[in-house]
Each structure stands twice: as structure tokens, then as C-alpha cells.
């Protein structure tokens, strides 16, 4: 589990580098659900997983927190993409943190088993899920 401290550091080792990490993506998902099938699959394979931080533009190594519309939508269509886009699926622990009076989604994907490995994101399984798509059954 992050704590508000843990992300304000993050934030800002993210600043000083200008860019993520093999184990860190920030998106600004101001405008719906990234499409991000191919980063969950890859964070999926890393020994100890990878963590997406949304609600976060990191525009000319700013990493300014613009935070997100909505959590919820936001939280379900990235689970969505975990489950119905990537083979195995890994698990996303979601959490919402509130800095500079904004909401940001941090989701950890859980490393899948090495009996488990390699996570794959199957050809034509990649969409992009907005609040306008609901995510599929």
C-alpha cells in the first residue's frame, strides 16, 4: 500500500528525472479511462509488479497533479482492461489519494506467479473504455 507521503516522493524523484520508471506510469486521464492494456501486461511480468498514478500530467517533466474527473469510472475501466484485455489478468490495488485538493487514482498491478508468466494482451482485446463505454460483462 502507497501513503500520501509515498506519492508526494514519487512525484518527486518523477520531477527531478522528467519522465517514469520501469515501475511507474503517470496519466493524466483527464478526459476517461486511458487505453493501457500493454503497460497492466507489462507491470504484470516485473518481479515486484508496477504502480499507474492517474490524475497526474506529467507534461514537460512538470508532474503537475490536475487530479481526475471521476474515481470510480476511472477505477472500474482500469480493472475492466486487467480482466478482459490482458492473459492471465493481473490484480490492481486501487487507492485514492487527495493532494492539492484533487482526487488521484493510484492502481499497483500485483506481479503475477512466475507459473503464471508471461501476461499477454491477446490480439483485437485492446479498446479504449470511457465513461461513454461501459466496460463489458
Known amino acids: 500500500n502507497w501513503s500520501s507521503d509515498d506519492l508526494t516522493a514519487t512525484l518527486d524523484a518523477l520531477r527531478a528525472r522528467r519522465g517514469d520508471t520501469t515501475s511507474v506510469e ?9 487505453s493501457m492494456p500493454e503497460t497492466l501486461c507489462a507491470f504484470a511480468n516485473m518481479p515486484a509488479g508496477g504502480t ?8 514537460h517533466g512538470e508532474f503537475r497533479v490536475v487530479g481526475v474527473p ?6 472500474a475501466g482500469l480493472v475492466a482492461q486487467a480482466r ?3 492473459t492471465p489478468s493481473p490484480t490492481l490495488l486501487p487507492q ?7 482526487d488521484v487514482l493510484v492502481a499497483h498491478v500485483v506481479p503475477l506467479r512466475l507459473t503464471d508468466r508471461p ?5 483485437g482485446s485492446s479498446q479504449r473504455l470511457t465513461p461513454s463505454t461501459p466496460p463489458r460483462p
Open 96 to 102: 485514492v489519494f487527495r493532494l492539492d485538493g484533487k
Open 26 to 34: 503517470v496519466k493524466r486521464a483527464t478526459g476517461g479511462v486511458p
Open 84 to 86: 478482459e484485455a490482458v
Open 70 to 75: 471521476d474515481v470510480a469510472v476511472l477505477e
Open 52 to 59: 499507474v498514478v492517474c490524475g497526474v500530467d506529467e507534461a
Open 119 to 123: 501476461a499477454t494482451v491477446p490480439a
